[in-house]
């Protein structure tokens, strides 16, 4: 590999997400003397925050996608690149499709969207507590965006108790239509903020999980939507604050005109501070100008 390398004689090699595999190539690269630029960062702010110093040993410079790890990698001396966010290019793109409601067949009744995730763990734990809701707002029908990679029947054994529907696939056009959501700590907190749909953020865990996670977790919230605010936006539910009274609660708040209209000024607030699309664009031009220098 270092031959090849060597024989191509790149500028630069460029590494894009994918924390572990492209750390162990950045220190690979660095150590040959080839240049390492990295887009989207690791996320060493959330846990071993000494991370950083080995980013700052071997990348020549880092493109990050949230304002925040600006001021967490100045913590190290090290100087980064905020270059926006690449889900405002995908909610952009976007269009959401006119006759879903038909297509999906859920009627014209009010939605509350349930996003439990995409691992089987995290909706095994979550999504039981999110149907349950099916019962104590009735004037609501509830759809899950499900995900085709897990077993149906993940979703299908709830659907014999509660009355609840599932969508494949397609949570962009369910959260379109939805009044309010429930969703998995994740990148879909930040996707259901920029649908402007209020929601409650739900996370459990393994009580071993959720002992570790307390001990090596440094940040003060676990929704990217609260982390890029850096203050209370969404409320999180989180582990044994995530049952069926807090839940009923938390969405009765949001479903009223007060409470949506606050979720949406924090969510304008967020928008302001991600800036505008084009985020991948503007990291590859950044890129050239330092090569050029």
Known sequence: MQKDIQAYQPDVVILIDYAGFNMRVAKFVKSI?????????????????????NIKKFVDRMFVIFPFEKDFFKKYDYEVDYVGNPLFDAIADFQPKPNFRKEARVGQKPII????????QEVAKILPMMVAQAYNFPDYQFVIAGVSNLPKELYA?????FPIKVVYDDAYNLLSVADAALVTSGTATLETALLNVPQVVCYKTSGISFAIAKMVIKVPYISLVNLVAQKKVVPELIQNDLNNITVQEELNKILTPEGRQAQLEGYAEVKALLGDKGASAKAGSLMVDYLLK
């Open 157 to 161: 054994r709830w659907q014999s108790i």
């Open 113 to 120: 969207a349930l996003l439990p995730g995409s691992r089987h």
């Open 33 to 53: 003397g080839i240049k390492t630029f990295y887009y989207i960062s690791p996320k060493v702010w959330a846990w071993n925050q000494s991370r950083a110093l």
